[in-house]
Nanobody, 116 residues
Framework: VQLVESGGGLVQPGGSLRLSCATS????????MKWFRQAPEKGLEWVAS?????????????TYTTSAKGRFTISRDNAKKMVYLEMNDLKPEDTAVYYC?????RGQGTQVTVSS
């Protein structure tokens, strides 16, 4: 299983970023994918999940932590074996290393810094 995140960076409060996660080594289309984050000196926090949907891959169920609802959107592209996290209206408290995960495996993370 390999997960490689990208798309992090420095953004001003109120700005947007789109994180991407390239995957390989497992059956992506049937896997539930998740995003976690870890802020400085804090524990790992679950951010969002997306399941595999119905038998055709349609209608995946998305869930979010409370602070992400209405601002973040998780999505997947089964053909490309990619998962994304669109983040809008970013706040300084969103500053963290963001990880893509499936099962017990997570990637190396991508840094998101929200600061003026």
């Amino acid at each position: 299983v390999q997960l490689v995140e990208s798309g992090g960076g420095l953004v001003q409060p109120g700005g947007s970023l789109r994180l991407s996660c390239a995957t390989s080594g497992f059956t992506f289309s049937t896997a539930t994918m998740k995003w976690f984050r870890q802020a400085p000196e804090k524990g790992l926090e679950w951010v969002a999940s997306i399941n595999s949907g119905d038998a055709t891959g349609a209608y995946p169920i998305r869930t979010y932590t409370t602070s992400a609802k209405g601002r973040f959107t998780i999505s997947r592209d089964n053909a490309k074996k990619m998962v994304y996290l669109e983040m809008n209206d970013l706040k300084p408290e969103d500053t963290a290393v963001y990880y893509c995960a499936t099962g017990t495996t997570r990637g190396q993370g991508t840094q998101v810094t929200v600061s003026s």
